[in-house]
């Protein structure tokens, strides 16, 4: 079993900084893929990043430049630094994980989620 537990939200000035972090726990090898999923009251969920286990990222294009991840293989982390924060930035933040490879080398089924985070920028 795996769980996720993201840290980090609150409430934030425009133009001011976050740092996100996620805690992935449980019979874990590795993991492939982890990323950062954000909602926001009325809209779809959305990609915010990704990261692979080798280090590739990928940004939604509002905020590239802005937002950074990152991630720790051996601690099974993923943290999201959120630089020049702007309103439309508001959201539940939540950690994923996909590609998940247990102690005994086998792949779980399927991808994991956490709870979710509370990110709101507001003067």
């Known amino acids: 079993q795996v769980q996720l537990v993201e840290s980090g939200g609150g409430l934030v000035q425009p133009g001011g900084s976050l740092r996100l972090s996620c805690a992935a726990s449980?019979?874990?090898?590795?993991?492939?893929?982890m990323g950062w999923y954000r909602q926001a009251p009325g809209k779809q969920r959305e990609l915010v990043a990704r990261?692979?286990?080798?280090?590739?990222?990928n940004y939604a294009d509002s905020v590239k430049g802005r937002f950074t991840i990152s991630r720790d293989n051996a601690k099974n982390t993923v943290h999201l630094q959120m630089n020049s924060l702007k309103p439309e930035d508001t959201a539940v933040y939540y950690c994923?994980?996909?590609?998940?490879?247990?102690?005994?080398?086998?792949?779980?089924?399927?991808?994991?989620w956490g709870q979710g985070t509370q990110v709101t920028v507001s003067s």
């Open positions: 994923n994980a996909d590609g998940v490879r247990g102690s005994a080398s086998a792949y779980y089924q399927g991808d994991f």
């Open positions: 990261i692979t286990r080798f280090g590739s990222t």
């Open positions: 449980g019979s874990i090898f590795s993991i492939n893929v």
